[in-house]
């Protein structure tokens, strides 16, 4: 029988419960147990496909073709496994869901409410993942926090299930954060205190408080919280902001959580196997030389905005014993003028995805660059068309070269619209999503990389390269490396006559983890390591 763990959170949003709930699905899972996640937000979208990412983040994707919250990104990274559509829930899903029903007639005529309809929804969402995932234990993080309107339904269907099933199955855990008070020189816990009551007032014990601070959270803190939010004091977990988000399972590990939640709920199973962890983390936090790579994006308002990216960066350096220096490059500021220099000094450069006009010629410009100074190129998605119409215009002198998302009336179509696109007017979850087959070409740097012919790797684009200028473009040294199974799509682009030069028209960074590098971010600091001048 699934147990089954919620993820509460109080005084303020961004506290981290992500990085938490998958944390606790790490260290579960490192004792044999088989672990599911699921997230569930507040807003009124149906998924997070329509959101701007420079104020929510990157859109994850999964391999079913789901578009996400990023802490599914976090989900998949700390427990290596591939999640599904059922691991997202957001309220306008919810809603639509119970509109629908009440228009079919499934409610029979009844009112239809928040209770019971809506918080019915919530429950039959919860139990389904994790049936689907056939999870041991089943962990579901609630977005915002304790008392937003907008997560009323989340909270009350999470107390009704407890009802349902019996509280030997349901373990609330709820996390909080303790300012710091420079005047009187001391971490408070009245606000999650506070926090706690609220939960309370709507029916909900937490059984275990994860206290986040930026500082240290002396006994005396704990104390306070033991007695005012009765909990036993070794329930009461602080979690101080680590050097590295992958230091989170072992700090929750030292703190003896993962065995106090096996006792709570019940469970038989064996000690955590954490090694692989453990080494992860002391390799992380080890002296290492420094390998400075450009990511050069439009959407620089946030480090969540390429957060998958940034983590396959790093996850590729450390397995090659080095440290990624990240220098963030605003595309729009290439477009300024003539001068490169941001991009000088650095060992490699990736370019990113996107949508839209605005930066695209800075982006232009650093695919130009790093061809012509054979300097190793990443593009992924956007930054493979990029690098195609950059190798247009430069190689094959089609000076206007484009793709029609950006001028519809280019006179070189080198990236064009999907044929099934062309007639879709709706925006949310419309794109090629999810994961689909490549065959990879023997002789490119790509099937060297996978050391396999056929891979499978997730989508997000309505554009594709134009067949139409296949011939000119390989006879000019651009090796179409992937294709799809039936040849139709190009899936991966390799300037022949550089030391790496590499496009994708998928995401490869969705697959990669951080004890797993993605073979292809691995390939690509390696080179980066190897062609660097810079004394790395």
């Known amino acids: 029988m699934c147990r089954f763990i919620f993820i509460t959170g109080g005084v303020l949003s961004g506290l981290g419960k992500g990085i938490v709930a998958s944390s606790l699905a790490n260290i579960l899972k490192a004792r044999g147990l088989k672990v599911n996640i699921q997230k569930f937000d507040q807003y009124l979208n149906v998924d997070a496909g329509t959101l701007n990412p420079a104020e929510h983040g990157e859109v994850f994707v999964t391999k079913d073709g789901a578009e996400t919250d990023l802490d599914l990104g976090h989900y998949e990274r700390f427990t290596d496994q591939e999640l599904t559509a059922s691991s997202s829930v957001m309220t306008g899903d919810i809603y639509l869901s119970v509109i629908n029903k009440e228009r079919r007639g499934d409610y029979l005529g009844k009112t239809v409410q928040v209770i019971p309809h809506l918080t019915q929804e919530v429950k039959e969402r919860v139990i389904s993942a994790a049936q689907e995932a056939k999870a041991d234990i089943h962990i579901a993080e609630i977005g915002g926090t304790v008392g937003d309107y907008e997560g009323a339904h989340f909270l009350e269907g999470m107390r009704q299930l407890k009802t349902d099933i019996g509280e030997d199955r349901v373990c609330f855990v709820h996390v909080v954060f303790l300012p710091y008070l420079k005047a009187s020189d001391e971490v408070k816990s009245k606000p999650a205190q506070n926090s706690v009551r609220d939960l309370r007032g709507i029916g909900i014990q937490p059984d275990v408080i994860v206290a986040r601070s930026d500082y240290p959270i002396?006994?005396?803190?704990?104390?306070?919280?033991?007695?005012?939010?009765?909990?036993?004091?070794?329930?009461?977990?602080?979690?101080?902001?680590?050097?590295?988000?992958?230091?989170?399972?072992?700090?929750?590990?030292?703190?003896?959580?993962?065995?106090?939640?096996?006792?709570?709920?019940?469970?038989?199973?064996?000690?955590?196997?954490?090694?692989?962890?453990?080494?992860?983390v002391a390799r992380i936090k080890s002296d290492k030389r420094k390998i400075p790579i450009a990511l050069v994006g439009k959407y620089m308002a946030m480090d969540d905005t390429y957060i998958s990216i940034t983590e396959a960066i790093k996850a590729a350096a450390w397995a090659l014993n080095f440290d990624a220096n990240i220098?963030?490059?605003?595309?729009?500021d290439l477009e300024k003028d003539d001068d490169l220099t941001l991009l000088e000094g650095i060992a490699?450069?990736?370019?990113?995805?996107?949508?839209?006009?605005?930066?695209?010629?800075?982006?232009?410009?650093?695919?130009?660059?790093?061809?012509?100074?054979?300097?190793?190129?990443?593009?992924?998605c956007l930054g493979m068309q990029v690098a195609v119409i950059e190798f247009a215009r430069n190689v094959l002198g089609m000076i206007s070269a484009n793709s029609t998302e950006f001028d519809e009336k280019t006179k070189f179509p080198v990236i064009h619209i999907m044929p099934e696109q062309e007639k879709i007017i709706q925006k949310g979850g419309t794109m090629r999503l999810g994961a689909w087959p490549c065959v990879l070409d023997k002789n490119s740097k790509s099937f060297k990389a996978y050391g396999v012919q056929k891979i499978f790797e997730r989508h997000r684009h309505r554009y594709e390269f134009n067949n139409k200028y296949r011939k000119q473009m390989e006879k000019a040294g651009l090796r179409l490396a992937g294709l799809s199974p039936d040849k139709k799509?190009?899936?991966?682009?390799?300037?022949?006559?550089?030391?790496?030069?590499?496009?994708?028209?998928?995401?490869?960074?969705?697959?990669?983890?951080?004890?797993?590098?993605?073979?292809?971010?691995?390939?690509?600091?390696?080179?980066?390591?190897?062609?660097?001048?810079?004394?790395v």
């Open 218 to 280: 002396s006994d005396s803190v704990i104390d306070k919280l033991s007695l005012f939010c009765d909990i036993p004091k070794e329930a009461i977990i602080p979690l101080e902001t680590a050097s590295t988000v992958y230091e989170v399972p072992l700090t929750l590990e030292n703190y003896n959580l993962g065995e106090y939640l096996i006792k709570r709920l019940k469970i038989k199973c064996g000690p955590p196997d954490l090694g692989e962890w453990q080494a992860l």
């Open 327 to 332: 220098r963030w490059v605003d595309s729009t």
């Open 348 to 380: 490699g450069i990736v370019v990113p995805g996107g949508f839209g006009s605005r930066g695209i010629e800075g982006k232009i410009k650093a695919a130009r660059f790093a061809r012509e100074k054979r300097i190793p190129y990443f593009g992924l």
């Open 489 to 535: 799509l190009v899936e991966i682009i390799e300037v022949e006559d550089h030391p790496w030069f590499v496009g994708v028209q998928f995401h490869p960074e969705f697959k990669s983890r951080p004890t797993k590098p993605h073979p292809l971010f691995f390939d690509f600091i390696r080179a980066c390591i190897e062609t660097s001048t810079l004394g």
